[in-house]
């Protein structure tokens, strides 16, 4: 027996809504460390079976990796720091995914929008959101922290029409309902072999010249192996075991160092470096009308 996610009521935002300056979503999603646990939700969103048949039917990370990457990061910055247009990229994504729908091997018919799977690729967001504290700031989430975020994570599921059922009350509740998912729902399944090799590699965009391959190989390599190590350990130990993958505590005081350099590393660099580009113009934009405010209430009347 599996553990379902306990439904909310009052718990629920009360209406969709964009994001803004003041909350965590706001101030950490669009720092450029966000990437790095970008990977281990990912992987986990591949070992739901419905997700990894529609992501194995429809999605285009085996044969452009960068530009599947790319894309993808681009939406959660516009969902985040769209303004009013956050709430349009999120019901264009819903749209887009209205499509895609697919029939494994077994004769399943698999829906990218069922509540479960559609709830699931937001819950590894929010996984990640806490494990991106826990490795690469300067310190982990505590507790308050882990629960005051969460209720921006339920925003965030109201903003994707994720139904109420889904959503588990409290982040106490959340870490319960996760790791049961994890232990008793999620498959090795082929779409996220395929993903952990190609995140290993990372592969040359076609228009690029064969005679220029090898050098992209040599100043890929080294991404692509951080890429693959921290998407392995920040991965849950049940999802690890599953994925026959090792975890030594050699490798977990190595991903502990690498953050702890990023985690000081990162604040010193300058603001436009720091974020990346639809979050730092969205910052920037805040800033000059938080200004304008302040000189039209003090202009004389």
Same mark, same amino acid.
Request: avoid cysteine.
């Given at each position: %027996?599996?553990?379902?996610?306990?439904?909310?009521?009052?718990?629920?935002?009360?209406?969709?809504?964009?994001?803004?300056?003041?909350?965590?979503?706001?101030?950490?999603?669009?720092?450029?460390?966000?990437?790095?646990?970008?990977?281990?939700?990912? &992987?986990?969103?591949? %070992?739901?079976?419905?997700?990894?048949?529609?992501?194995?039917?429809?999605?285009?990370?085996?044969?452009?990796?960068?530009?599947?990457?790319?894309?993808?990061?681009?939406?959660?910055? %516009?969902?985040?720091?769209?303004?009013?247009?956050?709430?349009?990229?999120?019901?264009?994504?819903?749209?887009?995914?209205?499509?895609?729908?697919?029939?494994?091997?077994?004769?399943?018919?698999?829906?990218?929008?069922?509540?479960?799977?559609?709830?699931?690729?937001?819950?590894?967001?929010?996984?990640?959101?806490?494990?991106?504290?826990?490795?690469?700031?300067?310190?982990?989430?505590?507790?308050?922290?882990?629960?005051?975020?969460?209720?921006?994570?339920?925003?965030?599921?109201?903003?994707?029409?994720?139904?109420?059922?889904?959503?588990?009350?409290?982040?106490?509740?959340?870490?319960?309902?996760?790791?049961?998912?994890?232990?008793?729902?999620?498959?090795?399944?082929?779409?996220?072999?395929?993903?952990?090799?190609?995140?290993?590699?990372?592969?040359?965009?076609?228009?690029?010249?064969?005679?220029?391959?090898?050098?992209?190989?040599?100043?890929?390599?080294?991404?692509?192996?951080?890429?693959?190590?921290?998407?392995?350990?920040?991965?849950?130990?049940?999802?690890?075991?599953? &994925?026959?993958?090792?975890?030594?505590?050699?490798?977990?005081?190595?991903?502990?160092?690498?953050?702890?350099?990023?985690?000081?590393?990162?604040? &010193?660099?300058?603001?436009?470096?720091?974020?990346?580009?639809?979050?730092?113009?969205?910052?920037?934009?805040?800033?000059?009308?938080?200004?304008?405010?302040?000189?039209?209430?003090?202009?004389?009347?």
């Amino acid at each position: %027996m599996t553990a379902s996610a306990a439904a909310i009521d009052t718990h629920a935002p009360a209406e969709r809504r964009p994001f803004g300056p003041g909350t965590r979503t706001w101030e950490e999603t669009g720092l450029i460390t966000f990437s790095l646990t970008a990977g281990s939700a990912f &992987l986990l969103q591949t %070992m739901e079976p419905t997700i990894s048949a529609v992501v194995d039917a429809h999605s285009t990370f085996r044969t452009d990796p960068i530009g599947r990457a790319v894309r993808s990061l681009s939406a959660v910055m %516009m969902w985040t720091y769209g303004g009013e247009e956050s709430l349009g990229e999120t019901d264009r994504l819903r749209k887009m995914h209205a499509t895609l729908n697919t029939t494994d091997a077994e004769g399943v018919r698999h829906t990218a929008l069922s509540s479960g799977p559609w709830a699931w690729v937001l819950h590894t967001g929010t996984f990640a959101f806490s494990e991106n504290a826990e490795y690469f700031s300067k310190r982990p989430l505590t507790v308050a922290e882990k629960e005051d975020y969460y209720r921006e994570a339920l925003q965030l599921m109201r903003n994707f029409s994720v139904p109420p059922k889904e959503l588990p009350a409290t982040y106490a509740d959340f870490e319960k309902f996760f790791a049961d998912q994890v232990e008793n729902h999620l498959e090795a399944t082929q779409t996220s072999k395929d993903y952990l090799k190609v995140i290993r590699t990372i592969a040359p965009p076609a228009p690029l010249p064969r005679v220029l391959r090898p050098v992209w190989r040599a100043a890929t390599d080294p991404f692509g192996r951080m890429q693959y190590f921290v998407t392995v350990g920040t991965t849950p130990e049940s999802a690890r075991k599953k &994925l026959g993958l090792t975890w030594s505590e050699s490798d977990e005081r190595k991903l502990r160092t690498l953050g702890w350099f990023l985690a000081r590393l990162v604040p &010193l660099l300058p603001e436009r470096v720091r974020y990346f580009p639809i979050a730092y113009e969205a910052r920037r934009l805040e800033r000059d009308k938080a200004r304008l405010r302040k000189v039209i209430d003090v202009r004389p009347l």
